[in-house]
């Protein structure tokens, strides 16, 4: 496993970083998930993240819990503040309240004193940005968290974020968590390079493209039953379009060349670029962690990056 640099931050984390989206808390079972983060940790991978609202809390209580083995100071850990916790009008959102509140409570369901990075979820249109600011600059002040990030935030959001941050001596957001992957690329435009001009760096979710980018879904085939695309309350039409499963069995080819699997060239084309840190993926065995990791430190020629370029358009 090699390491990387959070932005502008001292902070080192690794490639490949293990997320428990739709993973841990509910879908899987509590052993595999555990079999999972402690197959990370042994990988070499001192990276992971959760948020508050998956399993409203069960997720946090889960990496918690398994993490709590090892040493405080031998792992980096991401959860997250912004999506519904209750049913009351202060539930949610990026509040001063609400903020102070899910911080104390994430810390409780995990089990720790602090958190490495604390996200906000999303931008909250009915949050003046800076109260939303201040409370995270507290929360950096009190010990809570060590690092502030954002995610899918406007590349117009981070700027006013940053420029308010400088203007009232704020602590500074140092990382942002896109949806990336060779069929999501919209960072690439504004995003990627406003957070390089600030000194944010990408850990981007979805490099697989919800397991599009593995190759188990093919054209005139029916969804694999335990696949993501068969569960119910998904919608993964958009990204399981013929054109992209199309660009699929292209890219297909190439991993073969290059002696990887499709997943492999999948992240490895994410860590091609130098503002990502980390790629945030999903295990429900460990298997699929073992596979995954082996993307850090593969360098893609140019060559090669031009004939996937040109598949993907």
Not at 52 to 73: D, F, H, I
Not at 93 to 114: F, P, V
Not at 269 to 283: E, F, K, M, T, Y
Request: proline letters at 3%; glycine letters at 8%; aromatic letters at 8%.
């Amino acid at each position: 496993m090699e390491y990387r640099r959070l932005g502008n931050t001292g902070l080192k984390v690794s490639e490949i970083s293990l997320g428990s989206w739709l993973t841990y808390g509910g879908y899987v079972e509590e052993q595999k998930a555990v079999a999972s983060i402690d197959k990370a940790y042994e990988l070499g991978i001192n990276f992971f993240d959760t948020a508050n609202v998956y399993m409203r809390g069960e997720a946090e209580k889960v990496v918690g819990k398994t993490l709590r083995k090892y040493p405080r100071s031998s792992y980096v850990l991401a959860t997250k503040v912004f999506g519904k916790m209750g049913d009351g009008p202060n539930d949610q959102g990026l509040s001063r309240k609400h903020i102070t509140e899910q911080c104390d409570a994430s810390l409780q369901r995990l089990g720790l004193d602090y958190v490495d990075i604390y996200y906000c979820h999303r931008y909250h249109q009915d949050t003046p940005l800076e109260e939303t600011l201040r409370a995270l600059d507290d929360l950096v002040r009190q010990g809570k968290i060590l690092y502030v990030g954002i995610s899918e935030w406007t590349a117009q959001q981070i700027t006013d974020a940053i420029h308010l941050a400088d203007k009232k001596l704020l602590d500074r957001i140092v990382v942002n968590q896109p949806n990336y992957s060779m069929l999501q690329r919209y960072i690439e435009k504004e995003v990627m390079p406003v957070s390089e001009k600030h000194g944010i760096g990408q850990v981007v979710f979805s490099p697989l493209a919800q397991g599009v980018l593995t190759g188990k879904y093919k054209k005139s085939e029916a969804v694999p039953e335990d696949s993501r695309a068969a569960q119910k309350d998904l919608n993964m039409s958009r990204v399981l379009s013929e054109e992209n499963l199309d660009k699929v069995e292209q890219l297909k080819g190439i991993a073969k060349e290059e002696n990887l699997s499709l997943a492999q060239l999948a992240i490895a084309w994410i860590l091609r670029q130098p503002n990502v840190a980390s790629a945030l993926v999903g295990a429900s065995r460990p298997e699929q962690l073992e596979e995954n990791t082996k993307a850090s430190g593969v360098k893609l020629s140019g060559e090669t990056l031009e004939r996937i370029e040109g598949i993907l358009g």
